[in-house]
């Protein structure tokens, strides 16, 4: 692994958090998540009793169906496995996430309806890779549908500058100063044209 050499150790726990994107055959897209807590030693519950090795304490999931501009339209979640037999009550506040967008304040807009006793610490936790899943399996395919389109003639390339990209000012790699911007999204670039300039030459 890339990490340094680390000291001698022992295993306990391991989180595992697996995200897919699907493009369904109906236009939509279906973006699931599934998360798990196992531990590397026995221990009871006081409600789900005896847990061995590697027999999940927590295994979720989520299905988020969603639309291009990445508005939730349906929510599937399940509680496979957890310490408490009534975990799975809560599980009908999640559908409180359709009609929300995926987008700027999702985090804030999510644990406003889901926060505390309102939702799963976990399932809610599990919402912020499977929005950030949502954009890396949509936005790079509509950005090459719609490249393939403006180069056929049936979108104008003006469009494709013009458009306030979603990754503007989402990391510092799309800082709208920053280089990738100026070569890609010139119409959205907010640094020093001049020194740019001076640097290509």
């Known amino acids: 692994m890339p990490l340094s050499e680390p000291a001698a150790r022992e295993p306990i726990h391991t989180r595992e958090v697996t995200c897919r994107g699907f493009r369904r055959a109906d236009g939509l897209w279906d973006i699931e998540g599934h998360l798990t807590d196992v531990k590397a030693y026995e221990f009871t519950t006081e409600q789900r009793g005896q847990i061995l090795p590697g027999d999940p304490?927590?295994?979720?999931?989520?299905?988020?169906?969603?639309?291009?501009s990445l508005t939730v339209r349906a929510v599937e979640a399940v509680t496979e496995k957890s310490p408490y037999r009534t975990c799975g009550a809560v599980l009908p506040n999640f559908q409180r996430l359709v009609g929300l967008r995926i987008a700027s304040g999702w985090t804030r807009a999510v644990k406003e309806r889901l926060g505390g006793i309102q939702g799963c610490t976990h399932l809610v936790e599990l919402?912020?890779?499977?929005?950030?899943?949502?954009?890396?399996?949509?936005?790079?395919?509509?950005?090459?549908?719609?490249?393939?389109?403006a180069k056929n003639g049936e979108t104008g390339e003006a469009m494709l500058s013009?458009?306030?990209?979603?990754?503007?000012?989402?990391?510092?790699?799309?800082?709208?100063?920053?280089?990738?911007?100026?070569?890609?999204?010139p119409d959205h670039y907010t640094g020093d044209t001049e020194k740019a300039a001076e640097a290509a030459d």
Not at 57 to 68: A, C, E, K, P, Q
Not at 127 to 149: D, H, S
Not at 162 to 185: A, M, Q, Y
């Open 57 to 68: 304490v927590h295994g979720m999931w989520i299905r988020l169906t969603v639309d291009d």
């Open 127 to 149: 919402l912020g890779p499977v929005a950030t899943t949502a954009f890396q399996t949509i936005y790079p395919i509509l950005a090459r549908e719609q490249a393939a389109k």
């Open 162 to 185: 013009t458009k306030r990209p979603v990754l503007l000012n989402t990391c510092h790699i799309f800082d709208s100063k920053g280089e990738v911007v100026r070569k890609n999204w």
